[in-house]
């Protein structure tokens, strides 16, 4: 049973790129969150989704920054115009469909944003 | 104030001690994580708690709901457990995970 995956592993932007970041969770799990961590800084929710709708997005900056979870398909998190404030380390974690589930981490994509 | 606070935010240990973290939050919650992170940066979630203890292996995680505190314990410390260590929250009044800043465990040979 494979793991949390996350792809790529390693991105590097230009400022002004956009950046696709892809997480498929675990096998039979429908729920995805994405945390941010910011160099030298701890990790900060960004959003949490199910399939096809987005549950709490209050972690998620106003602009730029937008996710989805298609019913079909891995979990994007996607970054328009980056600039290098956004260099972080991206995880994704899914979960089962209940309540207080332990949620399983991915090894993370690092942005680097030049 | 941080909902979530650890403390130490570093420790260092000799190989065979026995290590205590601490983690206290100020909200309600419905579930306490606690993960590892290792230098790559990955990612381990170590316990799940909601009440009482567990213990899984040479780790052991205790909770106390009412003091809102919880303690993350190596026993016979190794090396390889040099990681940080992060507490996490799960409110009550959703899934999402407020996170402690991390405690750095170096164990020395």
């Known amino acids: 049973n494979a793991g949390v995956m996350q792809n790529p592993r390693h991105l590097v932007r230009r400022r002004g790129q956009e950046a696709r970041l892809r997480c498929s969770p675990m096998?039979?799990?429908?729920?995805v969150y994405w945390y941010r961590q910011l160099p030298e800084e701890g990790l900060k929710f960004m959003v949490y989704l199910q399939k096809e709708n987005i549950i709490d997005e209050s972690g998620m900056p106003k602009e730029r920054f937008s996710a989805e979870f298609p019913k079909e398909g891995p979990s994007i998190l996607r970054i328009q115009q980056v600039v290098r404030g956004d260099s972080a380390a991206y995880f994704c974690?899914?979960?089962?469909?209940?309540?207080?589930?332990?949620?399983?981490f991915g090894p993370g994509t690092r942005l680097l944003v030049l | 104030k941080n909902e979530v606070e650890q403390s130490p935010q570093n420790l260092t240990a000799q190989e065979g001690e026995f290590i205590t973290i601490n983690c206290s939050y100020s909200?309600?919650?419905?579930?306490l994580h606690w993960l590892q992170q290792h230098p790559g940066g990955g990612i381990v979630s170590l316990f799940m708690l909601s009440s009482g203890k567990k213990k899984h292996g040479r780790l052991i995680a205790t909770i106390n709901i009412q003091e809102k505190h919880s303690s993350l314990h190596i026993t016979a410390s190794h090396p390889r457990d040099s990681a940080v260590y992060i507490c996490?929250?799960?409110?009550?009044?959703?899934?999402?995970?407020?996170f402690g800043e991390g405690t750095q465990l170096t164990v020395n040979p």
């Open positions: 909200v309600g919650i419905s579930a």
């Open positions: 996490a929250v799960e409110e009550t009044s959703g899934s999402r995970l407020t």
């Open positions: 096998k039979g799990h429908s729920h």
């Open positions: 974690a899914s979960s089962l469909p209940r309540r207080a589930g332990t949620q399983y």
